[in-house]
């Protein structure tokens, strides 16, 4: 990617945070290390600590960079207006959508957001179990969005995020891919584990 800024926080770990002009990000559902595509680019994968992050001098600008969620999601966490230097996010099956209205936190989400697609996340205040064997994961109070893991999805998200318990997941963030659905409160259930980081 052309026009990033590698970046070390005070523990040395190394990040890229996107900067300049309008591009396109891919949301790779399938990886959760960042990769570079480009056929006329000279790539270079930097991998500090548990951050991976990607530096592609590409000489086009139309080259999208490629991207797993856990990495999207460190950037939300660590640079609260990563989102907003307004870049395309491409996601498998889905389209194509402008970043500041794409990545939503949890604890902002209203009854505009209700089955819009978007990119929703924050910091998980508690887990509660749900009927059929399933969880929900909240953040903030009772106003604030909240994530439906259904039953079926429990083993292979415990598995997927090297879980032993509900309790692992306080203090962690997540960010799920998924629609906001209205209920007693608006809720998003998490269609696979594929759309769903938590770090």
């Known amino acids: 990617m052309d026009r990033c800024k590698a ?23 399938g990886y959760e290390m960042p990769r570079c595509d480009s056929d006329d680019a000279e790539k270079t994968l930097i991998r500090v600590g548990r951050v991976g992050s990607c530096l592609d001098r590409a000489k086009s600008r139309s080259t999208p960079s490629v991207y797993g969620l856990k990495s999207v999601l460190r950037q939300l966490v660590q640079y609260g207006a990563f989102h907003k230097s307004m870049f395309e996010v491409e996601v498998e099956d889905r389209g194509v959508f402008k970043s500041d209205a794409f990545f939503v936190k949890l604890v902002e989400v209203c009854s505009q957001h209700a089955y819009s697609f978007g990119g929703y996340w924050g910091v998980i205040s508690g887990v509660r179990e749900a009927q059929d064997n399933g969880f929900w994961i909240n953040v903030g ?59």
């Open 7 to 29: 970046r070390s926080n005070d523990v040395g770990e190394t990040t890229v945070v996107v900067e300049g002009g309008e591009r396109r990000v891919v949301l790779d559902l």
């Open 141 to 199: 109070g009772r106003g604030s969005a909240s994530v439906l893991v259904e039953g079926e999805l429990r083993e292979e998200f415990f598995e997927r995020n090297n879980l032993n318990s509900l309790s692992d997941l306080s203090g962690r963030s997540v960010m799920v891919l998924g629609s906001p659905f209205p209920g007693r409160k608006l809720f998003i259930p998490l269609e696979g584990v594929r759309y769903c980081a938590i770090c």
